[in-house]
C-alpha cells in the first residue's frame, strides 16, 4: 500500500500547531505498520541549518500557477524510515513564519498543483493521497477535474482530514482561472461554490472519498450549527464517508521515564521525580517553591476559542485559594495583557510566561499537579494527552476531543483521570478547579490514586494508525 501524506507543517521540521504533531508522528507509526508512506511538505526557510543539511535534490520543473510559471524543486530526505518531500521554491516559502501572509492562497495554490505535478515525476504514484486541512484540500478537486487526463493518477483515492474546521480557504471565484488555471466544472454547489466565493475546504470534503476528523465527538459536533461552521450541511450531506479517528501522541518524545529535557525522570511506581520535576519549574519560573502547594499550569494559544475569557474572569477569585497559577503560551493582545497585569498584581502566586518554549513546555506538563483546558471546542487537543502521560490531572470543558480523552473524576468509585465541566460558564469551572482541590488537599492517596489512573491511560499512535490503515484499506477495496 502506497500513501502520499500532504500537509502545510510538520514536527520536528516546523510546527505551529496540533497539525504539526500528527504530521509528524502519524506517517512514522503507518511505516512500522507496513504501510509505504511517504510525506510532502513545503520547504519553508525556517527549516532547522541539521535537517537542510540532509537534503538532497531530486528534481526541478515549473509549475503554472494560472498564467505565471514558478520554479519548482523538490528535495528529500529520510527520517525514522520515512520520505519526505519538500517544494523548494524561495518566493512562496522562505519567509519567516509559515501562515499569515496576504498570498496564502496563492501560496498554497502553488503547493496543491506542485504535489499533482510532481507524482510522475519523483516515479511515485500513490494509492492513497492523504491531504490534510483547507492548505492541500482542493487536490481530490484537481486529480478529478484538471489532471483527469493522466491516467496513472485516475485509481488515486483521496482522504481528507480536518484538523480545524475554522480555518477553509475562502477566495474570490477569480483564483479558479488565475491560481489554479482551471475553468468553472468544479463551481457548484457540491464543489467549490460557496455563495459568491469557492471554499478549498468544501470543495475538499465533496470529491474526496474519505474525510476523517481528529476525534469521534467533533465528528459529531461538526454536523451542528453550533460547530459547524456553516459548513454542518456540508457534512451532514457527506457524513456517510465521514469519521472521527482520535490523535494520539509520540510516546517516544513524551515519556516521563526518559524525557532528557526534564530535570528528573519518574514513573507510576516510583513518583518521587514528579515532585522534583515541581520544585525545579518552581523556581525556573519564579513562584515560590512549595512542593505542598497546588500547581495549576495553562500551555496554550491565548484566545477565545480555548477558553483564555473563562479564566481571566476568574483569576482574581482563584487567587484567594491556596493555588499557584502558571500560563505558557503567546496570542490575541488583551489576554497577554490581561494575564500580564495579573501576573504583576500576584507575583507570588500567578505566571504569565508570553513564549513559545517546547522545552519549558514539556517541564510544565511533567512539574505541574493540574493542566487547565477550558476549550470552547477542541477538534483533538493535545495538550491534556502530554499531562496525563505525564500525571498532571487536566480540568476541562467536555468538548471535542477533551470529551473523548478525559475522564472525569467520580468521588464514588474512585474512577477518572481528571476533571470535567459541561455547561462552558466560568462559574462552572471554578467549581470544578475546586472539586480538583479538594481532592487534591483533603485526600492525597485518593489524588495519588488518580494520577496513576491517568498515566496507565494509553494514548499513543499505535490504536489510531491501525484505524487509519484500515480506512486506506477499505477505501482501496471500493
Known sequence: MKVLFAAAECAPFFKTGGLGDVAGALP??????????????????TMPKKFKDQLEDVVQFEVKVGWRNQY???KKLKKDDVIYYFIDNLYYFDRESIYGFDDDGERFAYFSQAICEMLEKVDFIPDVLHVNDWHTSIIPVLLKDKYQWIENYRS??????????QFQGIYDQLVLSDLYGIGYDA???HGLKYYDKINCLKGGMFYADQITTVSPTYAKEIQTPEFGENLDGVLRYNNYKLSGILNGIDYEVFDPEQDDVIPAHFSITDLKGKTLNKTTLQ???GLPVNEKV???SMVSRLTTQKGCDLLRDKIEELMHRNLQIL???TGEKEYEDSFSYFAWKYPEKFKMIIDFDVALAQHIYAGSDLFIMPSAFEPCGLSQLNSLRYGTLPIVHETGGLKDTVQSYNPVTGEGTGFSFYDFRSTVMVETIDRALTLYYDEPKKWTSVVKQAMK???SWEKSTKEYKQVYTTLLKS
Open 156 to 165: 488515486i483515492k483521496t482522504i481528507l482530514t480536518i484538523h480545524n474546521l
Open 283 to 285: 523556581e525556573r519560573v
Open 187 to 189: 463551481f457548484h454547489e
Open 327 to 329: 500560563i505558557l503560551g
Open 72 to 74: 519548482c524543486g523538490v
Open 294 to 296: 497546588a500547581l495549576m
Open 28 to 45: 512514522k507509526e503507518l511505516k512500522k505498520q507496513g504501510v509505504d508512506i511517504r510525506v510532502v511538505l513545503p520547504l519553508y526557510g
Open 457 to 459: 491511560k494509553d494514548f
